[in-house]
C-alpha cells in the first residue's frame, strides 16, 4: 500500500501505524532517498535542484514498492507521469486535510518547496496536484483527525491489501 498526499498530511507519521496495524513493513521514500545520496530530501532539493530530486524520488518510489509492505511518499512523487502509472499499479492511498491543518503541521518543517509563504505554496501545489492524486489512488482518507484514528480507517480500508 502507498500513501500520496500534499506535505503536512500525515503520510509517513500514519504510515508506520498503519504497517503496525497491518504487521508488515514501512518504507518512506524519502529515507530510501537519504539511503542512496546521503542527503535528506530538503538539502538534494536545494543542493540539485527539482529535477535532479524528482529522479532520485522515482528511483526511490521503485524501490520502495519492491517491498510488501506500506509505502509513505514525498509530496510531489505524483509529479510525473512515470511514477503516477507505478502509483496505479499499487494500491494506493491520497491522504488530504484541510488547509488549515496543512499549514499548522509544516509550519516548523523543513520544506523548500514551500518558500517563505506555506500558506500560499500549498493551494499552488493543491491547485496543481489534486488531479494526479485522483488519477493515482484508489481511496481518498481525509487526515484531519488522529493519527491513530486515520491509521485505523486505512488499516479498515485496507483489509483486502495483504502484506506478507
Not at 59 to 84: H, I, K
Amino acid at each position: 500500500m502507498v500513501l500520496v498526499g500534499l506535505p503536512g498530511t500525515g503520510k509517513s507519521t500514519v504510515g508506520r501505524r498503519v504497517a503496525a496495524l497491518l504487521g508488515c513493513d514501512f518504507v518512506d521514500t524519502d529515507h530510501l532517498i537519504r539511503q542512496t545520496t546521503g542527503q535528506s530530501s530538503a538539502d538534494l532539493l536545494r543542493a540539485k535542484g527539482e529535477e535532479y530530486f524528482r529522479e532520485q524520488e522515482f528511483n526511490s518510489l521503485r524501490r520502495a514498492l519492491d517491498s510488501d509492505g506500506v509505502v509513505a511518499t514525498g509530496g510531489g512523487v505524483v509529479s510525473t507521469p512515470e511514477a503516477r502509472k507505478l502509483l496505479k499499479s499499487a494500491p494506493t492511498v491520497w491522504l488530504d486535510s484541510s488547509d488549515q491543518q496543512l499549514e499548522r503541521r509544516v509550519r516548523y518543517g523543513d520544506r523548500p518547496l514551500l518558500g517563505t509563504n506555506p500558506r500560499k505554496q500549498l493551494a499552488v501545489l493543491r491547485a496543481q496536484r489534486t488531479s494526479w492524486y485522483e488519477e493515482v489512488a484508489r481511496v481518498k482518507v481525509m487526515s484531519n483527525g488522529s493519527e491513530a484514528a486515520v491509521a485505523n480507517e486505512i488499516a479498515e480500508l485496507a483489509k483486502e491489501w495483504t502484506c506478507e
